[in-house]
C-alpha cells in the first residue's frame, strides 16, 4: 500500500467522522441540537428566523417569528403561541421544564433559538424518560 493511498483511507475517515458529529458537508460547524421533539440553536448569536410545526399526519406550518405577537406558558394548557387573530397550542408535558443547563424548551422559543417542534408519536412516549419534554398535540 502506497503512502497516498494510506493518506486517502485517513482523510475518508476523519471526514465521515467530522460529517457525523455535526459538520455540514461544506466543513461548517452546525449549530443545533435536537433535544427530542425539539431542535435547539446553540450558538450564543444564533436565531431562528422561522418556527417550523411538525405533525404525526405529516403537516407541516412554518410560522416567522416577527408574527408572533405573545408567548404564553399556562401550566394546564401549554404553550401559546399569538399570532395575530391565530393561536397556536402546544400541549404535551415538562414544556417548562429544566433539559440541561440554562435549557428550557419555553424559554429557547421566547428567544428565537427553537427551529422546529414535532408532535411525539406514542412509541417516543412510551420509551421516554421521566423528564423528558414530550409534545402531545400542536394546534393551529
Known amino acids: 500500500m502506497s503512502d497516498d493511498t494510506t493518506l486517502q483511507k485517513y482523510l475518508r475517515r476523519n471526514r465521515s467522522e467530522s460529517l457525523s458529529n455535526g459538520a455540514d458537508e461544506d466543513g461548517t460547524e452546525q449549530a443545533e441540537t435536537v433535544a427530542g421533539c425539539f431542535g435547539f440553536l446553540r450558538g450564543a448569536r444564533e436565531r431562528a428566523m422561522c418556527l417550523e410545526l411538525r405533525r404525526k399526519?405529516?403537516?407541516?406550518?412554518?410560522?416567522?417569528?416577527?408574527?408572533?405577537?405573545?408567548?404564553?406558558?399556562?401550566?394546564?394548557?401549554g404553550i401559546l403561541l399569538h399570532s395575530?387573530?391565530?393561536?397556536?397550542?402546544?400541549?404535551?408535558?415538562?414544556?417548562?421544564?429544566?433539559?440541561?443547563?440554562?435549557?428550557?424548551?419555553?424559554?429557547?422559543?421566547?428567544?428565537?433559538?427553537?427551529?422546529?417542534?414535532?408532535?411525539?408519536?406514542?412509541?417516543?412516549?412510551?420509551?421516554a424518560e421521566k423528564d423528558a419534554v414530550i409534545i402531545m398535540t400542536i394546534d393551529w
Not at 62 to 75: L, T
Open 84 to 127: 395575530g387573530s391565530d393561536t397556536i397550542k402546544i400541549a404535551g408535558t415538562n414544556l417548562n421544564a429544566a433539559i440541561g443547563p440554562q435549557m428550557r424548551l419555553f424559554d429557547a422559543i421566547c428567544r428565537h433559538k427553537v427551529p422546529w417542534l414535532s408532535e411525539s408519536d406514542r412509541a417516543e412516549r412510551l420509551g
Open 57 to 77: 399526519s405529516g403537516q407541516i406550518l412554518a410560522i416567522n417569528y416577527s408574527y408572533i405577537s405573545r408567548f404564553e406558558y399556562q401550566p394546564d394548557v
